[in-house]
């Protein structure tokens, strides 16, 4: 059997109040006693809360007060939880309810008796109470309407607007019109809510930090301008002439586009545009929108700028990225070829110095040495090798390259200092770390031809393992440490210019960092960073 629910009328709630204020033993001979209230503090607080509603409410409250003159009308506005915010209509009867204990900050609960206010709020819909409806006696004489008011289009209660008069002046149709009040107060928050986040958005547009922004009517009058825009059209001169409500048709940049969407009121997006500047080519993206009203009526055109030459320059950095893979590519190929010709010179040479005295053997051999050595700088360089990551301490890769040098750095009157404040495990290719200390390594003692000192320093220092190499050699100057890193780039008499391009290549590979710094005359310090396991 199907059960049937039943909507409690307005009477079956008052008569169910009045039971329960029987029940909690609540005089009705004496004047209410509240039981909760709001400190000075906490009041204050809940009005500046409540502060925009309590703006809204006084503009439709005035209206209705100024049409009822000389009738005694006390309006209250309580919130959410039933506690009375603010007081408005004639004092006398202000002063009255004031006298009976009802006072901005007490709280309307069912704890104090029956009242138009709880019970609004606890079933969410208007109320009246009427003479004898009131549980207290001294409240006997008056009518109490209440209507509750939301915000967010009706779903989420704000609190409570209430009507309180004498009941010999009480007009039948007063919850009515306190009611349509409501209504208006919410359709009016409604709308400032929408236009707060309008000039919100409009204000986040404007003030964008890399976006021109430019509106116009429908009619292609300039209503707003950002200085972004001044900016990038270079509009400086225009300035010497409000910008505002000229029209956009005269720029001469942008113009054409604006007039294309007002006349055709179609959209103009992702529209690439070339502007000379004093010699400079820059590179825009231009969209024009139109936005309509509810009518469908063209209302406001928008046009965003937004400066790509940046990302121009990077697609061309990237096409050169290309060419030099595929010239890496080729070099790996060539460097292949010579490679196996190359061992087989340099097998028959070692054969031939042990069956006969081969003049210049020693400057031959070097000189093979090296060819073999750029050989093999290509082929990294040509062909990338996988990374085969794991954690292993910095420190003893270190030692295993320092180790390797120490005695020829003695021959050439260098000494090599290490200092370890802190050696962190990072994860990383053994060799090709190896190889990167090498490389730096190498480079420092030839920086050192006629002897010095090379300082290597392990710390660590947010979150990375720094290693750096500082030597007091002929340093660089500030034209040549620009180009450390480019192929083939190299201030020595025998060097290629790989080395750098190869450490760079490495530690980028690894997550890591590479820096540079020098002076002439006073020495270099190439500091590496990798991220710590």
Do not use: W
């Amino acid at each position: 059997m199907e059960r049937v629910t039943v909507t409690p009328t307005d009477e079956m709630i008052i008569r169910d109040s009045k039971e329960k204020c029987i029940r909690q033993g609540i005089n009705p001979e004496l004047p209410p006693v509240f039981v909760k209230r709001y400190t000075k503090g906490e009041l204050k607080a809940q009005l500046n809360k409540y502060s925009e509603v309590i703006e809204v409410i006084d503009f439709f409250v005035n209206k209705f007060l100024s049409s009822v003159t000389g009738n005694p009308i006390l309006i209250a506005i309580s919130n959410d939880e039933g506690y009375l915010l603010a007081f408005k209509g004639d004092p006398t009867i202000i002063d009255i309810v004031r006298q009976v204990g009802i006072k901005e900050g007490v709280q309307l609960s069912d704890e104090v008796g029956t009242n138009a206010i709880s019970l609004c709020l606890s079933h969410q819909r208007p109320f009246q109470l009427v003479g004898e409806d009131h549980y207290h006696q001294i409240l006997h004489h008056l009518v109490c309407c209440t209507a509750p008011f939301y915000k967010d289009e009706g779903r989420q209660l704000l609190g409570s607007l209430s009507f309180m008069t004498d009941l010999e002046v009480a007009h039948p149709h007063l919850l009515p019109l306190l009611c349509t009040i409501a209504d208006s107060i919410e359709r009016e928050l409604l709308l400032r809510q929408g236009n707060a986040q309008l000039r919100l958005l409009n204000q986040i547009l404007l003030e964008t930090n890399y976006l021109g922004v430019m509106i116009t009517d429908e009619l292609g009058t300039i209503v707003n301008i950002n200085e972004n825009s001044v900016k990038m059209l270079r509009l400086e001169r225009e300035l010497a002439r409000p910008l505002l409500g000229s029209s956009v048709f005269k720029l001469k940049d942008i113009g054409s586009y604006f007039e294309r969407v007002i006349m055709l009121q179609e959209e103009c997006t992702g529209r690439e545009i070339v502007l000379e500047r004093q010699g400079s080519v820059e590179y825009f993206m231009l969209d024009v929108v139109p936005v309509y009203d509810v009518r469908g009526s063209l209302s406001r055109v928008i046009g965003s700028l937004r400066n790509i030459t940046e990302m121009k320059r990077t697609e061309e950095v990237l096409r050169n990225t290309e060419k030099l893979v595929f010239s890496g590519q080729l070099a790996m190929s060539i460097a292949h070829e010579i490679r196996n010709p190359l061992t087989t010179v340099k097998g028959m040479l070692q054969l031939s110095h042990k069956n006969s005295q081969l003049q210049h053997y020693d400057l031959i051999m070097s000189e093979v040495e090296r060819m073999n050595l750029i050989v093999g700088e290509f082929l990294i360089l040509g062909k990338p090798q996988a990374v085969k990551c794991k954690a292993e301490r910095c420190g003893a890769i270190l030692q295993e390259v320092v180790s390797i040098f120490e005695f020829q750095a003695r021959m050439n009157n260098i000494t090599i200092n290490r200092e370890i404040r802190q050696d962190y495990e990072i994860e990383c290719d053994r060799n090709q770390i190896k190889q990167v200390f090498l490389n730096l390594l190498r480079n420092a003692m030839e920086a050192l031809p006629f002897g010095g000192e090379i300082e290597i320093m392990l710390e660590v220092q947010e979150g990375f393992q720094v290693v750096s190499f500082t030597d007091n050699g002929e340093g660089m100057s500030p034209e040549v440490l620009q180009k450390i890193g480019e192929p083939f780039h190299t201030t020595r008499f025998n060097g290629n210019g790989l080395g750098m391009m190869i450490v760079k290549r490495i530690v980028s590979s690894h997550r890591g960092q590479v820096g540079i710094t020098s002076k002439l005359g006073e020495g270099t310090v190439v500091e590496i960073r990798l991220p710590l396991a």
